[in-house]
Nanobody
Framework: VQLQASGGGLVQAGDSLRLSCAAS????????MGWFRQAPGKDREFVAG????????KLADSVRGRFTISRDNAKNTVYLQMFSLKPVDTAVYFC???????????????????WGQGTLVTVSS
């Protein structure tokens, strides 16, 4: 499956932003979808994940209460809505697809099979 992330940009602290990730190539609903981010000099970290039909989601502690993840299987798209952005949220954000069947939503990079190219989010103070 091919993934194309978009929606990044330069915003001020406290602003909101919505990232989108469009999938193509295979049946979108066969995949758990996730968002990760990577700041300069840091490891890639899990941000959010959502189940195949969108019935359940998982958020990292650092974004819980500020970010939400959703998906529209009819549009082959997963979204990351970000509110109350902080400078520490500055990173390249990647969407990813996991074909694994697990008891909980995958939250490690090695559990995801396909990756988008990333979109840069910069939050100024």
């Amino acid at each position: 499956v091919q993934l194309q992330a978009s929606g990044g940009g330069l915003v001020q602290a406290g602003d909101s932003l919505r990232l989108s990730c469009a999938a193509s190539g295979r049946t979108f609903s066969n995949y758990v979808m996730g968002w990760f981010r990577q700041a300069p000099g840091k490891d890639r970290e899990f941000v959010a994940g959502i189940s195949r039909r969108g019935g359940s989601g998982k958020l990292a502690d650092s974004v819980r209460g500020r970010f939400t993840i959703s998906r529209d299987n009819a549009k082959n798209t997963v979204y990351l809505q970000m509110f109350s952005l902080k400078p520490v949220d500055t990173a390249v954000y990647f969407c990813a697809a996991s074909a694994e069947y697990m008891s909980s939503i995958a939250n490690r990079p090695d559990e995801y099979d396909y990756w988008g190219q990333g979109t840069l989010v910069t939050v100024s103070s």
